[in-house]
């Protein structure tokens, strides 16, 4: 059976980079007001729902917000763009020749499920030098704003571009919150959970993932739980 493997990016791929100064940058433009960046998390959400949240804390209603959020989806990745030469964001380890050993395999197929606005994720994992392109199908913050909809999302995708179907037990997403194990569970999907966001491996466990890994270092051993 052809696995199609979901990898999250922020804390599973890769790490650091500007992106939260980026945002706050965007949404003070757009909204006048960044909300109370420091009492809202960003792991695991999606960008929409990150923003929603921060703006709603602020005092805006939804009707503002959403008038609002066209051109936070273009200021956003300008300023991420712009910034990331000077702080780029950093592979995990193991994560190239992860890829490296996927990417040979014809019984693989990959994608993305991530919080990301398609452009940003885009932006962090080129400045990384990781090729979007790596991941043909995805389900992205710009799609749906809550994150158990988004393997659903980048299932259909993956349908259509390897022109088959891939049902719930083919699939496994990868992930570094319980967030990420929760939407894999939503949509029937195996969850691998690595420990390399801000999560240890126990709370990764307790959120009820099928995989837990401290990291993604052990090629092999990924690999063979991957395609179990
Ligand atoms: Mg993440």
């Known amino acids: 059976m052809k696995r199609l ?17 980026a945002f706050t940058h965007a949404l003070v433009e757009v909204y006048g007001t960044t909300g109370p960046v420091n009492l809202v998390s960003f792991a695991g959400r999606t960008d929409p729902q990150i923003a929603r949240e921060l703006l709603r804390k602020a005092g805006l209603d939804d009707a503002r917000i959403d008038e609002g959020l066209p051109r936070l989806w273009t200021l956003y990745p ?38 990301n606005i398609r452009e940003g994720a885009r932006l962090k994992l080129g400045s990384a030098g990781l090729a979007a392109a790596a991941f043909p199908a995805g389900g992205f913050g710009c799609d749906r704003e809550s994150r158990n909809h988004l ?25 570094d919150t319980p967030l990420d194990v929760e939407c894999g569970r939503h949509f029937g999907a195996r969850t691998f959970a ?24 052990c090629t092999r051993d990924v690999v063979d739980v991957l395609m179990a």
């Open 78 to 115: 300008r300023e991420l763009e712009r910034r990331l030469p000077a702080k780029p964001v950093t592979v995990l380890a193991g994560v190239r020749d992860l890829l490296a050993a996927l990417e040979d395999r014809e019984d693989v197929a990959m994608g993305l499920v991530t919080g």
């Open 194 to 217: 690595v420990a390399t966001g801000h999560f240890s491996a126990a709370e990764l466990a307790a959120a009820g993932a099928d995989h837990v890994a401290t990291d993604l270092t």
């Open 151 to 175: 393997p659903a999302v980048a299932v259909g995708r993956a349908e259509r571009v390897w022109g088959m179907r891939f049902p719930p037990e083919s699939v496994v997403v990868v992930g």
């Open 5 to 21: 493997i979901l990898f999250d990016v922020d804390g599973t791929l890769v790490w650091g980079g500007p992106a939260k100064d």
